[in-house]
């Protein structure tokens, strides 16, 4: 009796590898796509800080969807939170340096484990956008992108300079004495130089430094 050898060979889908174009997101748009046999990424790890937990936030296992989006000073919110997900999503954001500025797992407010995260994009930057699950998790997602103005505070209005109040003139006061005997009175002006006036008055009035003086004599 002849022995039969019985060979078996599993088939297992191909990977994909992560697209060297990524899809440009825009303000408002909404993605749905599919991270299903895509290959994983090799950026770095993330810290999650918006699901309320933290920790490090790296890629999984079940592939990666990648895209950019170019800063233009908004606050921008991407969210997997939305009725198309079908997995435990995860993102994370990089700058042009590959340096991870925001990442989320698990999105407060969120159902069955999707992602929400939003950071300040900076006007300019060429920003990367992973997409993938939780370990192996993989499968369809609906991706949303918003948009919002960064308001800007305005600068306080100075305070307009306390005008100082105006120095009150002194009044010229006129002092009245009595002429010595019967001298007669002549005007001075401000130069010292008698002029040939002459008053016959009883009383002497004199003024200020630099106005004519009226003196005895």
């Known amino acids: 009796m002849r022995n ?17 174009t990524p899809s440009l997101l825009t303000c408002g ?30 890629g999984g296992f079940g592939g990666t ?47 069955g484990f999707r992602s929400r995260v939003n950071f300040v994009a900076e006007e300019g930057v060429e920003y990367q956008v992973a997409l993938d699950g939780y370990r192996s ?24 300079p306390t005008p100082n109040p105006p120095t009150p003139s002194t009044p010229t006061t006129f002092v009245s004495v009595p002429c010595p005997g019967n001298f007669d009175c002549y005007q001075n002006n401000d130069f ?7 008053y016959n008055i009883d009383m002497c009035k004199s003024v200020n430094m630099c106005a004519i003086m009226i003196e005895c004599k």
Request: hydrophobic share 25%; glycine share 8%.
């Open 4 to 20: 039969l050898l019985f060979f078996f060979f599993i088939h297992q889908p191909t990977r994909q590898p992560v697209s060297n």
């Open 29 to 58: 748009s909404t993605v749905v796509d599919d991270t299903t046999n895509l290959q994983s990424d090799a950026l770095p790890n993330c810290q999650d800080v918006q699901d309320g937990v933290g920790g490090s936030l790296g």
């Open 65 to 111: 969807r990648m895209y950019t989006f170019r800063g233009n000073g908004d606050r921008i919110t991407l969210s997997t939170c939305n009725p198309r997900t079908a997995f435990d999503t995860k993102i994370r954001i990089y700058d042009d340096s590959e340096t991870c500025i925001a990442g989320n797992d698990d999105g407060i407010g969120c159902t």
């Open 137 to 160: 998790a993989s499968g369809a997602f609906e991706l949303s992108i918003d948009c919002e103005a960064v308001s800007t505070p305005n600068p306080p209005t100075p305070n307009p």
């Open 192 to 198: 010292g130089n008698q002029d040939n006036s002459r």
